[in-house]
């Protein structure tokens, strides 16, 4: 894509609130894919921070652990120069009884331009964003992770390793099509996994979920992927393979006898992915439990492992989706162009 027509995406960009990929446009993929593949330029240079939201306010308000998203996140809206205001939810007036979208009223009242939420319970920043259109506030709202519900920039960062793989000069999401990618693991209690059907669908890839029935149900087919109970299936002539994390915490009941036979049965291991092709890479949302999703020897080799890779994309892609959600491309830094 040249400079002109990114420039004309950027321009066209109107979404305030980043929620979910259900309802994302093919050229809104685009519009992040080549502002992040600008973004992770400036992050190779000695200099590595861009003024482009300076005098912005970003809260950061997680209610769930995280180390990636939380980090990346914090480190994406320093490198564009904003203010970032750090919530830690045990040492809050929630405790005190103040509700979370009063707690959201506050960070406003304090010139917060700019929410990042993650919460255990799917629809809290749908709840928050609600308030922030119904009070006329101008503030944005982005979902890093709710529930089993959705993480958009997780999948969008997913997108942007696989398309920069795939061409490193112009990463954009037609290079997907028709390649094969297979998700292995807990797809049930994976909103990675329902962020990441909708954008490689949307880029023409042939998603093949794989897992046992308890964790792949088969209702996914009902969104366009191809679900198997047994791993070889879904690996065969796979172009990329992402393994899930067994979510445990999300768990009630009895989903896999044990973490050793779950190994034994869809553990990716290196003789496994000898049924893909041969330039197949691998991938993993984070945090991975080595020697049961898969194996250290593939997750440690550089010349199959995307890993590393996906963590320093998270910094550019959430660069990106911070710079336009907060208007940014209506005052598009010199740097950028």
């Not at 400036?42 to 939201?53: D, E, F, G, H, N």
């Not at 709202?141 to 942007?160: C, I, M, R, S, Y």
């Amino acid at each position: 894509m040249v400079r002109a027509e990114e420039d004309t995406l950027t321009h066209l960009w109107q979404r305030r609130h980043l929620l979910s990929l259900a309802d994302f446009q093919p050229w809104e993929y685009d519009t992040v894919l080549q502002v992040a593949a600008s973004f992770e330029a400036v992050l190779s240079r000695r200099t590595k921070k861009v003024p482009a939201l300076q005098g912005k306010v970003v809260a950061v308000l997680f209610f769930e652990s995280s180390t990636r998203t939380r980090g990346s996140f914090e480190l994406a809206a320093k490198r564009l120069s904003a203010d970032t205001l750090n919530f830690s939810a045990g040492t809050s007036s929630l405790t005190k009884g103040e509700t979370i979208l009063d707690t959201a009223k506050t960070l406003v009242a304090m010139g917060t331009d700019l929410m990042v939420i993650r919460h255990q319970q799917a629809g809290v920043p749908d709840l928050i964003a609600e308030e922030m259109d119904r009070s006329h506030t101008g503030v944005g709202v982005l979902n890093a992770g709710d529930g089993q519900h959705a993480h958009p920039t997780q999948a969008l960062l997913d997108l942007f390793t696989m398309c920069t793989v795939l061409d490193p000069e112009a990463p954009r999401l037609e290079v997907l099509q028709g390649k094969k990618v297979a998700i292995v693991g807990d797809v049930r209690h994976s909103r990675v996994a329902r962020s990441n059907l909708h954008s490689l669908l949307a880029a023409g890839a042939e998603v093949h979920l794989a897992g046992p029935p308890t964790l792949v149900p088969e209702g996914f087919t009902e969104l366009g992927a191809q679900v198997h109970w047994s791993l070889e299936p879904a690996l065969r002539d796979a172009d990329f393979v992402m393994a899930l994390r067994l979510q445990q915490e999300r768990m009630a009941g009895h989903f896999i006898p044990s973490l050793r036979e779950y190994h034994q049965q869809f553990g990716i291991t290196r003789e496994r992915l000898a049924l893909c092709k041969p330039a197949v890479r691998l991938l993993h949302p984070g945090p991975t439990n080595r020697g049961v999703e898969l194996t250290s020897d593939v997750m440690d080799d550089p010349h199959l492992s995307l890993v590393s890779r996906q963590v320093t994309s998270g910094v550019a892609v959430r660069m990106a989706v911070l710079y336009l959600l907060a208007g940014g491309a209506s005052e598009r830094p010199a740097v950028m162009r």
